[in-house]
């Protein structure tokens, strides 16, 4: 059965929604203010931490790549890399990192103006921005906020993609082809495999599922631009893996057991206490103190059920329904195959929830809020008539009392992070001074980020990070200046008990920590000239 074409007024409405008519101001707005924001509160004074070191040597113009391991992608490398290249300076890359993800978070979100209002869009927006986990690493080098845009996205294009009938009219087709839709996916999904492959898969397994159920999605060009994006994305982990760490299945192999081990794990409690502002929470036997922290996480599912149910109705099931189960599946191996938690895990679900949660604000509020796309066409408005004022007022009470608990939160996770800098930036010097400067090399304990502060390569002789032996490392030391770090209460190595031993000032992060270092030897080629490593393995990245 044949449905009229719409009136005039729905159709420019419609028109309007495929440009971006009202949408940008609103748009614009949210992610001016979250980047802003991170200039303001999270910038300043702020360091590179363990993750980023990794990731931003192995694009440094300055610093000797440190080891790469297993389950690290290096999507976030190439978005770092313009500024790393050429400066050491971390409030350029701060400053670099965070103006990008706001364009990041604008790029994601217009992708849905033609399927959800703008007001709603720009609340979900706004609501995902202002979490102190967004914020926090908003301007920090790492992949999980870039693989929730990648995922935010591709979704986003997926609906508009399954709703293009071709340019038809039938069932409702407003004769407008989305010919960009179908790109925007493989964009999206290979955004999400870049930064981390295993989100990429979980992305397109629910796509993939709906793309089966629904009998009128069914269409090769779908699964076809899945696949693609998956294949663009996730290419370079998968070369690299039969590259440097001897096929695919032994790289899941070491990235599973540099994790902990996949399998049967009930992670929901550790990324609730994590909630309170740690970075990582491993193990995560620490006892649950601010539960305030966590009030908003509890009552995220009921918020999204209920954008749901008043979603479907003006903007159809495959929009209410879809963020929210990509959502879950993005979730799931976070909460459910991994025994520890850190909360920007679950950034890319809490990015697809925030749509549900803002269609169940403006319900509750029972504003109007027009209809979104249901085959082409805007539907009627489905928010209600007037405003109610006293919902108004407890949902916006409710709305300040949460942005008051992610500023406090942000604020402690960002003296923590200053205070880790501090006591990186003083061993640094302590190094220096004891003769360790570049080029050298560090091993031992913390020296993957300590030897980034000091300029140095780390190399380690055990563990996950394992790139040279004790006897490369003594080698080594003929040439260059080598120290090696000892934690508090730890025993050193033998091959070094006779090196010189140098208290560490790295209070309060580093209190209590030693570097023991080579003594001075014949330094090959010229003062200044990096001397050429004599033996060890080729560290990976």
Same mark, same amino acid.
């Given at each position: ?6 009136? &005039? ?87 670099? =990192? ?23 869009? &720009? ?18 080098? =790492? ?51 870049? =930064? ?6 979980? +992305? ?36 690299? &893996? ?5 096929? +695919? ?166 003296? %923590? %992070? ?12 302590? +190094? ?110």
């Amino acid at each position: 059965m044949s449905v009229a074409p719409p009136p &005039a007024r729905a159709r420019t409405r419609a028109a309007a929604s495929r440009t971006g008519g009202g949408a940008l101001p609103w748009l614009a707005g949210v992610c001016a203010a979250f980047v802003l924001v991170q200039l303001a509160l999270v910038v300043p004074g702020s360091g590179l931490a363990w993750d980023e070191t990794v990731y931003t040597s192995q694009v440094s113009g300055r610093v000797p790549a440190a080891f790469f391991s297993a389950p690290r992608a290096r999507g976030i490398t190439f978005l770092a890399a313009p500024v790393a290249q050429v400066t050491t300076s971390v409030l350029a890359l701060r400053v670099w =990192m965070a103006l990008l993800s706001g364009l990041g978070l604008l790029a994601a979100l217009w992708v849905w103006r033609a399927l959800v209002p703008p007001r709603v869009l &720009a609340t979900a927006g706004g609501l995902f921005a202002a979490l102190w986990i967004t914020l926090f690493y908003g301007p920090q080098v =790492m992949p999980n906020l870039w693989s929730a845009y990648g995922a935010l996205a591709a979704v986003g294009c997926f609906l508009r993609a399954a709703r293009d009938r071709g340019g038809s009219r039938d069932r409702g087709g407003s004769g407008h082809r989305d010919r960009w839709a179908l790109a925007g996916v493989v964009a999206g999904v290979a955004v999400t495999g870049l =930064m981390r492959p295993p989100d990429a898969v979980w +992305l397109v397994v629910p796509l993939a599922g709906a793309a089966l159920w629904v009998r009128r999605w069914r269409r090769p060009a779908l699964f076809a631009v899945l696949a693609a994006g998956l294949l663009l994305g996730c290419a370079e982990w998968v070369v690299e &893996a039969y590259a440097d760490y001897g096929g +695919l299945a032994e790289r899941l192999r070491l990235a599973g057991r540099i994790q902990g081990g996949i399998g049967r794990h009930f992670a929901v409690d550790d990324q609730v206490r994590a909630l309170d502002g740690r970075a990582l929470c491993r193990p995560c036997d620490v006892p649950w103190r601010h539960k305030a922290t966590a009030g908003w996480w509890f009552a995220l599912p009921f918020l999204a059920v209920g954008g749901v149910v008043a979603a479907r109705r003006t903007r159809g099931p495959a929009v209410a329904v879809l963020p929210p189960l990509t959502a879950a599946f993005l979730a799931f191996p976070y909460l459910f195959t991994i025994d520890y938690a850190a909360p920007r895990f679950l950034l890319p679900a809490y990015a697809l929830l925030a749509l549900p949660v803002a269609e169940c604000l403006w319900r509750l509020t029972g504003a109007a809020v027009p209809g979104g796309v249901r085959g082409g066409v805007r539907g009627a408005g489905g928010g209600g008539g007037r405003p109610r004022p006293v919902a108004v007022g407890l949902v916006a009470a409710a709305l300040v009392g949460h942005l008051a608990v992610q500023y406090a939160v942000l604020a402690g996770a960002v003296h %923590n %992070n200053r205070v880790m800098r501090r006591s990186f930036d003083a061993v640094a010097a302590a +190094l220096h001074r004891a003769g360790v400067r570049p080029p050298c090399v560090l091993s031992g304990s913390a020296a993957v980020p300590l030897a980034f502060y000091a300029g140095c390569a780390s190399r380690e002789t055990g563990g996950p990070d394992a790139s040279t032996t004790p006897a490369a490392l003594v080698a080594r030391a003929r040439g260059e200046p080598v120290a090696v770090v000892v934690a508090p209460g730890g025993t050193p190595p033998g091959y070094v008990r006779a090196w010189a031993s140098v208290p560490l000032p790295g209070a309060p992060a580093l209190t209590g920590y030693r570097a023991y270092v080579a003594p001075p030897a014949r330094r090959d080629g010229a003062s200044g000239t990096r001397a050429r490593p004599s033996s060890g393995a080729r560290p990976r990245g």
